[in-house]
Every structure is written in C-alpha cells, then in structure tokens.
C-alpha cells in the first residue's frame, strides 16, 4: 500500500469515483488511532438498492485506513542538513470522519480529514501547504487509483502549532452488494518523497 505514497506517475484531476469537494461542514472530528478501520456512518435507506421497490437496511460503508507509512511528514529546509534545527514544519493525520450513504448508483462516501501541524525552528514562513491523498487500491495500479489534495496552513502570530481540517472529499463507488464491501478500502495519507518515506519506515523499525 506505500506505493500510493510516492507513486511517481500522473494523476487524473478527477479519477472516476471522485466528486468535487463543498464547502467544509463544521462538525467534530472523531480522533482515530494510525492505520486502524473506521467503521462509517450509514444513513439508513428506505429502499433495496438492488430492488427499489424493497425496502432494506443498506449494507455498510467501506473501511477507511491511515496508511501508517505515510501518517507523517517532516519538511526540512533546502540543503543537506537533517537534524531538529533544520525541521521547517512537522505534520501527522490525526483524525478523520466520514459517513456514507446509498443510491441506485451505489454508496456515496464522504470524509473530512483532520492534521496536526507544527512549525519548525528552520521555518521563514507561517503559511505551509500540505498535500494528501485519497486511494483506492482497486483500481490500482491504473493512475484513477488516487487523488491529491493540498491543504493551506497558517500559523497565527505567536502559536507554531496549528489542527486544520480540510474540505469534505466525496466518493461516489459503484457498490451493490454487502459482499463486495471490503473489495474498496480506501487509504488517507500524505503525499511523500522518496526520502521521506523511507525515513517514516526507519520510525517504525
């Protein structure tokens, strides 16, 4: 699954079970643990998706992961040096929520995901950019297998951390049938240069 983190061919802008993000919806995020499922939130349906004139409870969302690989990111100023002074901005996947819900089409997912940043001592700037990904390793290994987003951070004068929130990502996957379920994980992580990957394994090792 760390292909996704690095994987160095162009994306689609819009891969085809990907929806244009809304305006953020204020709501709570629910704090999740690195690289552990999320059951969603199913809206109860008062149809069969299968046989609209039946009415069932429609089968669950799909699981959702933090690809543990790719939950953080460190961002160090231009040259070779890598240790605590030359960090300009820390970052971790911290949280997500999302829910789910069922038409004729199939299940329409959406998230928010939540990041928690920090401002290193090498930064000269207090606005940043994060950049994620959403993937579904389905359709993988075609391009349509992920989509990027950027996230705006800004520091306020006097703080160097900062919890963001982004837009609502929303999906539109072609699933009928609870026995399919499983077969579109999706995965949230950051979009990662080699190095930087490889230094998240050495974390972990």
């Known amino acids: 699954m760390s292909d996704f983190a690095n994987r160095p ?12 993000p809304m305006p953020l919806r204020l709501s709570r995020l629910a704090v999740l643990a690195v690289a552990a499922p999320l059951a969603l939130a199913g809206c109860a349906s008062d149809f069969d998706i299968l046989n609209p004139t039946k009415k069932r409870t429609p089968p669950p969302c799909p699981p959702i992961y ?28 911290v949280a997500f929520k999302g829910e789910c819900s069922y038409t004729p089409k199939g299940s329409e997912v959406t998230i928010q995901v939540g990041f928690e ?33 950027s996230v705006p951070v800004k520091f306020p004068e006097g703080m160097d951390q900062a919890r963001t929130t982004d837009n609502d990502v929303f999906m539109l996957l072609p699933i009928k049938s609870k026995d399919i379920i499983n077969d579109y994980e999706i995965y949230i992580g950051f979009q990662l240069s080699p190095e930087e990957l490889e230094a998240n394994r050495r974390l972990k090792r």
């Open 117 to 149: 940043v920090k401002r290193g001592p090498a930064a000269t700037s207090r606005e940043s950019t994060l950049n994620y990904f959403v993937a579904i390793p389905k359709y993988y290994p075609s391009a349509a297998a992920k989509a990027e987003f």
């Open 66 to 93: 933090i690809l543990s690989d790719a939950a953080k990111i460190t961002q160090y100023r231009p040259g070779p040096g890598r240790d605590l002074t030359d960090v300009e901005l820390e970052a971790e996947i």
């Open 9 to 20: 061919e162009s994306l689609p802008v819009s891969p085809p079970w990907f929806r244009k």
